[in-house]
């Protein structure tokens, strides 16, 4: 048989036990519901800001600026030794073509 202060000890710390796993579950619920509610209203936030906010005037909603040099249509004309015969459609140096509009 135990005596009676292993048992009382083995009681204490059994409490302590649960209340540990109480706290843990609690503070582990509630980090759970604090992060889906910040992501929720994130993801609300975002949706109202494409709905009603403005369009970028720089790049007209497209998500990025048109080269200066080709203006959009990836090739610049070329002309060796200023020749206006014969005139050449090059791939542009500045954008390397990526530019297309």
Do not use: H, I
Not at 19 to 48: E, H, I, K, M, Q
Not at 50 to 62: D, H, T, V
């Amino acid at each position: 048989m135990e005596s009676g202060g292993g048992a009382r000890v083995r009681r204490q710390l059994q409490a302590v036990g649960r209340v540990a796993a109480y706290l843990g579950g609690g503070f582990l619920l509630l980090s759970t519901a604090s992060t889906a509610a910040v992501r929720s209203l994130r993801f609300l936030s975002d949706t109202n800001q494409r709905k009603f906010a403005m369009q970028c005037g720089a790049c007209e909603g497209k998500g990025t600026y048109g080269c200066r040099l080709c203006r959009g249509s990836a090739t610049v004309e070329w002309s060796p030794l200023y020749d206006p015969v014969f005139v050449n459609p090059c791939l542009c140096p500045t954008c390397d073509g990526y530019s297309a509009a």
